[in-house]
T-cell receptor
């Protein structure tokens, strides 16, 4: 089984709709992250969580919110989706050190019409 | 604050040719350096990383990268590429202090032609 799973894998929605992307990990790590990938822009950090009670905004958090339901679960919400949120979204988890590898989920491709 | 620059957005190459993907970083403290690979329709996965010791690090599939502190670079090389190496490659840096969250470069798309 994969270390990091994301649901759904693909989603098409309309402007103004609320969307939730879910992430689960089995690595037992406290740290979890949500990234957005756009062509040519690489990965941009949306939110990150150092543990269940410690959630922080990343560089592009406007228009997004998150919930850390448990050590293993971290969900990302778009309260009112807009077309420029069309992108590939990745969840990741890692240990607490700078030397630690990040483990990524397979991604969710979101299209907002 | 740390930053990463991947100098090429796309690198086309023929099968069995050598390739170099360039990565430069900026930081005022000690760093740890990573290369991640993203195959089509997949998430990123670690290819190799430099933590300390020998400045040349290798992956299991023939890639290698060399940490050059004076030039603040961590270029990725492979002497002979395969079609299956076609993917997006991301360089990342973590600093020895602070939050330990890595910064990623914008990625280099390696396209291997037959």
């Amino acid at each position: 089984d994969a270390d990091v799973t994301q649901t759904p894998r693909n989603r098409i929605t309309k402007t103004g709709k609320r969307i939730m992307l879910e992430c689960s990990q089995t690595k037992g790590h406290d740290r979890m992250y949500w990234y957005r990938q756009d062509p040519g822009l690489g990965l941009q950090l949306i939110y990150y969580s150092f543990d269940v009670k410690d959630i922080n905004k990343g560089e592009i958090s406007d228009g997004y919110s998150v919930s850390r339901q448990a050590q293993a679960k971290f969900s990302l919400s778009l309260e009112s989706a807009i077309p420029n949120q069309t992108a590939l979204y990745f969840c990741a988890t890692s240990g607490p050190f700078a030397t630690d590898t990040q483990y990524f989920g397979p991604g969710t491709r979101l299209t907002v019409l | 604050a740390q930053s990463v620059t991947q100098l090429d957005s796309q690198v086309p190459v023929f099968e069995e040719a050598p390739v170099e993907l360039r990565c430069n970083y900026s930081s005022s403290v000690s760093v740890y350096l990573f290369w991640y690979v993203q195959y089509p329709n997949q998430g990123l996965q670690l290819l190799l990383k430099y933590l300390s010791g020998s400045t040349l690090v290798e992956s299991i599939n023939g890639f290698e990268a060399e940490f050059n502190k004076s030039q603040t670079s961590f270029h990725l090389r492979k002497p002979s590429v395969h079609i299956s190496d076609t993917a997006e490659y991301f360089c990342a840096v973590s600093e020895s202090g602070g939050s330990y969250i890595p910064t990623f470069g914008r990625g280099t798309s390696l396209i291997v032609h037959p």
